[in-house]
């Protein structure tokens, strides 16, 4: 009992930090959003000059950099609600969880929904068929419970690396480091920016290796040792 009132406790500080961290960015997306062209004028004046075009007009390769990981992770959202609903129809078919065949589209839905929540989502997206499972029998809450932990272990290790490595055109290897270092610097935040902050980090790297010329390194006059 001590065990699961300790969970719950844990659980609910971290949704309610996570939380406080959505609004957070929310508030910031806003003011970006405001002052986008003046942010655009003065990125412009520092970096390198490009050719005209918005092709190759820095604040646009940004923008559209962060507009492919926002289509990335609504796709991502489909995706993983797509998949729990097909797997708790797929155990209420079999008998083993039934009423996951009536409520596959509401759970999976539901489900997808809570995948646009960095870290704690897809906790928050197991809670109604576990709960439901668990009013039914405890085994077969056991059994839902081990469902979302294969869907979860297939959704960061498979699914959003492939997803995003794609849209945002980043090796998946990168998509995970990047996704771990964010979460373990600072937290939800951290998650929640890790992979917009990466695309744009991209963009910049293909960017100023389009537009600057390094000199080549003189050697110094005289004998090598």
């Known amino acids: 009992m001590t065990t699961v009132v300790s969970f719950g406790s844990t659980l609910l500080t971290e949704i309610i930090n996570a939380l406080f961290d959505l609004v957070l960015v929310f508030v910031l997306s806003v003011y970006m959003l405001l002052y986008g062209q003046r942010i655009g004028a003065i990125v412009r004046r520092a970096?390198?000059?490009?050719?005209?075009?918005?092709d190759d007009d820095y604040p646009f390769l940004v923008q559209r950099a962060?507009?492919?990981?926002?289509?990335?992770?609504?796709?991502?959202?489909i995706v993983m609600g797509a998949s729990a609903g097909l797997a708790l129809y797929a155990f209420g078919v079999t008998g083993i969880f039934p009423d996951g065949r009536r409520y596959a589209i509401a759970f999976g839905a539901f489900y997808g929904v809570m995948e646009l929540v960095p870290y704690v989502g897809p906790i928050l997206g197991a809670l109604p068929p576990v709960l439901v499972a668990l009013f039914t029998d405890p085994i077969v809450a056991l059994w839902v419970v081990l469902?979302?932990?294969v869907l979860q272990q297939l959704e960061g290790h498979v699914v959003a690396p492939q997803i995003f490595g794609h849209t945002l055109r980043i090796n998946p290897l990168l998509v995970?480091?990047?996704?771990?270092?964010?979460?373990?610097?600072y937290g939800?935040?951290?998650a929640l920016v890790a992979l917009p902050v990466a695309a744009v980090l991209r963009e910049t790297a293909v960017y100023l290796n389009r537009h600057l010329v390094l000199e080549p390194w003189e050697r110094s006059p005289g004998r090598l040792l």
């Open 47 to 54: 970096m390198p000059a490009g050719d005209g075009t918005r």
């Open 66 to 77: 962060v507009s492919r990981y926002v289509g990335g992770q609504l796709l991502f959202s």
């Open 147 to 149: 469902l979302f932990i």
């Open 176 to 185: 995970i480091f990047a996704l771990l270092i964010g979460l373990q610097l």
């Open 188 to 190: 939800v935040v951290g």
